[in-house]
């Protein structure tokens, strides 16, 4: 049976019902959020492709605030963990505690056991620290003491960093940021949203005003129907394409992984199914191209000494790659 007459899964909702609850929860946190809609449909769209979000931007733009704004926004279980030096693996995933009334251990789960998982600062964690959300992030599960733990779906790793202060941070590692579904800039707000900011948050906060839109079932429904969605051969082939140029690209020194080209198409899959759409565009793809695909590459000496990063190769690359004939329609 081809992709195209694969049936929705049973108790699944149809697109119309999922552009529905996305629409619901980019409604809810652009109440809180002035970084524009661009930014909070991708995120939504992350949120529908059971990825991980990193936002990476300057102290102070809202970065926080939208990880927050996301988790308030859906009647789900929440973990937040605030990233320091000290922080130890056990701190994210749990302990086993021995019980000497019941002479037994007893496993307490860390707040990784939560369908949305707010980590701030996370390049403040030592490298083992990070590399205990590794394999939260892939499998969606926790091995503590030689026994393995579900984690609850719909699971999602909303984590903040700042690039700039460099002082006390490690560097996130190539392993670590593959797992980041799509790397989000806040960036400044202009002038007009920033004095709305200061009108509406003079008295009180919005955030402390939201209330959830939607719950983890639904979003777990509308997970499953998103993956439904029809991505033609040629439009497979074009992020094949795509992912392939970064490897051979002599202004990068390491190309995006496949983990890339899975993540890239099962997005942009959930972007069309936000918009009602029962199909995938290139338009979608190349969209999705920098916050999918450019904190996953990494530069060569030269290029980081002419001045050029990651961002500014994939939307070469964007421009340069052709777009396959037959990937305009169904």
Same mark, same amino acid.
């Given at each position: 049976?081809?992709?195209?007459?694969?049936?929705?899964?049973?108790?699944?909702?149809?697109?119309?019902?999922?552009?529905?609850?996305?629409?619901?929860?980019?409604?809810?946190?652009?109440?809180?959020?002035?970084?524009?809609?661009?930014?909070?449909r991708t995120a939504v769209a992350v949120l529908l492709a059971e990825g991980h979000l990193l936002i990476?931007?300057?102290?102070?733009?809202?970065?926080?605030?939208?990880?927050?704004?996301?988790?308030?926004?859906?009647?789900?279980?929440?973990?937040?963990?605030?990233?320091?030096?000290?922080?130890?693996?056990?701190?994210?995933?749990?302990?086993?505690?021995?019980?000497?009334?019941?002479?037994?251990?007893?496993?307490?789960?860390?707040?990784?056991?939560?369908?949305?998982?707010?980590?701030?600062?996370?390049?403040?964690?030592?490298?083992?620290?990070?590399?205990?959300?590794?394999?939260?992030?892939?499998?969606?599960?926790?091995?503590?003491?030689?026994?393995?733990?579900?984690?609850?779906?719909?699971?999602?790793?909303?984590?903040?960093?700042?690039?700039?202060?460099?002082?006390?941070?490690?560097?996130?590692?190539?392993?670590?940021?593959?797992?980041?579904?799509?790397?989000?800039?806040?960036?400044?707000? $202009?002038?007009?949203?920033?004095?709305?900011?200061?009108?509406?948050?003079?008295?009180?906060?919005?955030?402390?005003?939201?209330?959830?839109?939607?719950?983890?079932?639904?979003?777990?429904?509308?997970?499953?129907?998103?993956?439904?969605?029809?991505?033609?051969?040629?439009?497979?082939?074009?992020?094949? $394409?795509?992912?392939?140029?970064?490897?051979?690209?002599?202004?990068?020194?390491?190309?995006?992984?496949?983990?890339?080209?899975?993540?890239?198409?099962?997005?942009?899959?959930?972007?069309?199914?936000?918009?009602?759409? $029962?199909?995938?565009?290139?338009?979608?793809?190349?969209?999705?191209?920098?916050?999918?695909?450019?904190?996953?590459?990494?530069?060569?000496?030269?290029?980081?000494?002419?001045?050029?990063?990651?961002?500014?190769?994939?939307?070469?690359?964007?421009?340069?790659?052709?777009?396959?004939?037959?990937?305009t329609t169904r």
């Amino acid at each position: 049976m081809s992709e195209s007459t694969v049936a929705p899964p049973v108790g699944a909702p149809d697109l119309a019902e999922v552009s529905a609850v996305a629409q619901r929860v980019r409604e809810a946190v652009g109440r809180v959020v002035s970084g524009g809609d661009d930014l909070v449909r991708t995120a939504v769209a992350v949120l529908l492709a059971e990825g991980h979000l990193l936002i990476e931007d300057v102290p102070g733009v809202g970065k926080t605030t939208l990880a927050r704004a996301l988790a308030r926004a859906i009647d789900a279980t929440t973990g937040r963990v605030q990233f320091t030096p000290d922080l130890l693996p056990s701190d994210l995933t749990g302990v086993s505690i021995y019980r000497a009334e019941k002479h037994e251990f007893e496993f307490r789960p860390g707040p990784v056991f939560a369908n949305i998982v707010i980590g701030d600062e996370i390049n403040r964690a030592s490298p083992k620290t990070q590399s205990a959300l590794l394999e939260c992030m892939e499998e969606g599960r926790v091995t503590v003491d030689g026994t393995t733990y579900q984690l609850p779906r719909p699971f999602l790793v909303v984590a903040t960093q700042n690039p700039v202060e460099m002082e006390g941070t490690y560097p996130l590692p190539e392993a670590q940021r593959d797992r980041f579904t799509a790397r989000l800039t806040v960036g400044y707000p $202009d002038a007009a949203a920033e004095q709305r900011m200061l009108d509406d948050r003079d008295a009180s906060d919005p955030l402390d005003a939201l209330s959830p839109v939607t719950d983890a079932a639904a979003v777990r429904r509308a997970a499953t129907a998103a993956r439904s969605v029809h991505a033609s051969p040629a439009v497979k082939r074009y992020v094949v $394409d795509l992912v392939s140029a970064t490897r051979t690209d002599a202004a990068l020194r390491l190309g995006a992984s496949p983990r890339a080209s899975l993540q890239l198409l099962r997005v942009a899959k959930a972007v069309a199914a936000v918009e009602g759409r $029962d199909h995938v565009l290139p338009d979608d793809v190349q969209n999705l191209a920098v916050p999918v695909l450019a904190h996953r590459v990494v530069t060569s000496t030269d290029a980081r000494l002419d001045g050029v990063d990651g961002e500014a190769v994939i939307r070469r690359l964007v421009a340069a790659v052709p777009v396959q004939p037959g990937t305009t329609t169904r």
